[in-house]
């Protein structure tokens, strides 16, 4: 269990982590003079300008701010998850579903989409974690209600890309460092790992100790595999290893965060 003094500290962990994450990706707007394609994808052309492109990576970096130093972070936060969501709702799932040009079947095509659900499921939970209950706004006293939406959002983007290390074994497996031995047998053991813990998470079986250790496991997969590829290859497909940087960073929050809401009555012990 962890000891409730250390519980201010941990919380401060997982919205650090999530604020950097998120920040580091709207940077990455300024940078690109684009959008990051976990944010949006390709479609529609029209959004693709320097100048909208800009506004969401300010919008983004804002919020992120406030989420950092720890002001207005529910605030910031809903209004991060809600952006992010209507994303996932508006832009990337009428994409996939009906723009482009494969069988919206192949769970691959689904990894930006997810990624950005897992993201305002984060941002949920970043709120959820907040103390602050001055929000008198009518719109983000409705979007308080997503709060406990947001460990659902993350628990299926673990499960889906958990399967994806079945479905894509032979390329998964060559993202798995170099030095490890038996490539293949780490790529089902992370599937397992993944689908375990997304599903533990979603039907709270021992959820907190779980979401414990999925943060711990992701931060150390940002350490030995995504920092090394980033650093190897900072300048490939306009620096999506650096944006798998943030991404794991900030999923490792919020994979803490989870472990830090507080439990409902009847809700499993740590």
């Known amino acids: 269990m962890i000891p409730p003094y250390l519980h201010p500290a ?31 994808p390709a479609w529609p052309q029209w959004i693709h300008t ?18 950092l130093l720890g002001k ?3 605030t910031g936060s809903l209004l991060l998850g809600s952006f992010l969501l209507l994303c996932f709702v508006f832009v990337h799932c009428p994409y996939i579903l009906f723009v482009q040009p494969n069988s919206a079947y192949h769970l691959g095509l689904w990894t930006d989409p997810l990624k950005v659900l897992a993201l305002a499921g984060g941002a949920f939970v970043i709120a959820g974690l907040s103390v602050d209950t001055s929000i008198k706004n009518v719109l983000l006293t409705v979007t308080e209600k997503g709060i406990p939406l947001g460990k659902i959002f993350f628990s299926i983007t673990l499960i889906s890309f958990g399967i994806d290390h079945f479905f894509y074994t032979d390329f998964v497996a060559t993202i ?4 490890v031995p038996d490539h293949t047998f780490w790529t089902y053991f992370a599937g ?21 250790l999925t943060s711990i496991m992701l931060f150390l997969w940002l350490v030995l595999l995504h920092i090394p590829r980033a650093i190897a290859e900072p300048y490939v497909a306009k620096g999506n290893e650096i944006t798998s940087v943030f991404e794991a960073l900030a999923f490792s929050g919020i994979a803490l965060g989870i472990a830090l809401m507080p439990k409902k009555r009847k809700e499993e012990k740590f």
């Open 50 to 67: 320097p100048v909208l492109a800009y506004i969401a990576g300010a919008a983004i970096v804002t919020a992120s701010i406030f989420i």
């Open 10 to 40: 941990l919380i401060k962990t997982a919205r650090i982590f999530f604020a950097i994450g998120m920040m580091g990706i709207g940077l990455q707007h300024f940078i690109y003079s684009d959008f990051r394609p976990v944010i949006m």
């Open 192 to 212: 397992v790992v993944l689908i375990g813990s997304g599903v533990a998470i979603l039907l709270k079986i021992k959820r907190k100790r779980i979401a414990l």
């Open 176 to 179: 798995v460092p170099a030095w």
């Open 72 to 74: 207005r972070t529910k």
